[in-house]
């Protein structure tokens, strides 16, 4: 059985805002915690929109996350993260470019940046 970690468990791993809830979360990450690609989303949003972290810090600090938690694809995490720093695709658009190189999965999109990544 997997432990999944919603954003928020991340978010107090890596913030460490909550001296009371670190503990719990940095166990959880140290034990084995799975990281869907969703929450990785819902975590770049949150620290891009309310933390106002760089992207390019955004980027580095979970690029290193991923090699502490398991994840189904840790290369296309990786790939999609290392996009979100340099360029200013949204991080879903980042993902969906990540899947298509490392997968070959098709992408259709009427958002023309994303599009002239995916050529």
């Known amino acids: 059985m997997r432990t999944l970690v919603d954003a928020n468990v991340v978010l107090r791993y890596m913030l460490r805002d909550d001296e009371n809830q670190f503990p719990t979360a940095e166990r959880t990450i140290r034990e084995g915690a799975f990281l869907l690609p969703e929450v990785l ?43 979100f720093g340099t360029t200013k695709l949204d991080f879903i658009d980042c993902l969906l470019a990540a899947y298509n190189n490392h997968l070959g999965d098709k992408v259709v999109s009427f958002d023309r940046k994303l599009n002239r990544l995916l050529q």
Do not use: M
Request: aromatic residues 4%.
């Open 41 to 83: 989303a819902e975590i770049v949003y949150v620290l891009l929109g309310v933390y106002s972290v760089p992207r390019e810090d955004i980027a580095s600090r979970l690029q290193i996350l991923v090699k502490e938690v398991q994840s189904e694809h840790p290369d296309i995490l990786t790939t999609a993260l290392s996009t």
